[in-house]
């Protein structure tokens, strides 16, 4: 079997959006789009989901993939992605499976498609990288913040000697859509990104992530617009084609 799995970690207690992994987003719970988006990717010989939640693996497994149940101590509000990969790692390994690369999906991300993951595979691969993030352009986005005195200060840029956009170095966002890793990487770092570095280049707009209800909203539009209004349009056509 391949030794690229998936993992995407949906712990339950959610305090800003109730059962949050599992509510309802564009018809379906919100944990199955990135179980479906893992399911397309050839590479991957599997997809895992690690929850402290019985409903939550109930849904899972009802959408094909395999199941963890995370310790209590490692669900909590102060856990660590990094510790909740970890473990699902050795769980996953003791279960007879091969793991070495590990795609592991934010489940609060819904707005991606199979093409991002298995591009960054790809290039995961091609140029031997140890990990990897999603991320996305930002263009000429200034950022400031304010110091410990409260004053303004620009923080990628100098608002003194302001350069003009096409002179502007490239700048990414990392958006947390998915990370790519190895199973030595991220135990030898302790963190999903070490050693070689990559990334995988995403649409901006799939940058957006649930957090409250609001910007699920949001979410589910652009959703609608951008990637189900085009798969409803590639089925119309290939269904002309036959």
């Known amino acids: 079997m391949s030794g690229t799995i998936a993992i995407i970690l949906a712990r339950g207690g959610s305090k800003g959006i109730p059962n949050k992994n599992i509510i309802k987003f564009c018809g379906k719970p919100l944990l199955a789009w990135s179980i479906e988006n893992a399911k397309k990717v ?3 010989s599997s997809v ?3 929850s402290d939640d019985k409903k939550i693996l109930r849904i899972a497994k009802k959408f094909g993939a395999n199941t963890i149940i995370r310790p209590k101590h490692l669900s909590k509000d102060s ?3 990094v510790s909740g990969w970890i473990h699902a790692i050795k769980e996953i390994q003791k279960n007879g499976f091969d793991v070495k690369k590990i795609v592991a999906l934010q489940a609060t991300s819904p707005v991606r498609e199979s093409i991002d993951i298995e591009k960054g595979l790809k290039e995961f691969i091609n140029k031997k990288f140890d990990s990897m993030f999603s991320g996305a352009p930002i263009g000429d986005f200034f950022i400031w913040e304010q110091n410990k005195k409260n004053k303004l200060q620009s923080i990628n840029y100098d608002f003194q000697n302001r350069q003009r956009r096409q ?7 990392e958006n947390g859509s998915f990370y790519i890793f190895t199973s030595k990487s991220i135990k030898k770092y302790n963190n999903q990104l070490g050693g070689k570095i990559g990334i995988a280049k995403m649409e901006f ?3 957006f992530e649930i957090d409250d209800l609001e910007n699920m909203k949001f979410c589910e539009m652009i959703m609608n ?3 189900l209004k085009k798969k409803h349009q590639e089925s119309i056509m290939d269904n002309k084609i036959k």
């Open 205 to 207: 707009w799939k940058s």
């Open 42 to 44: 050839k590479e991957i």
């Open 79 to 81: 856990s660590t992605s």
């Open 48 to 50: 895992w989901v690690s």
């Open 225 to 227: 617009q951008y990637i």
């Open 167 to 173: 002179k502007i170095k490239e700048q990414f966002v």
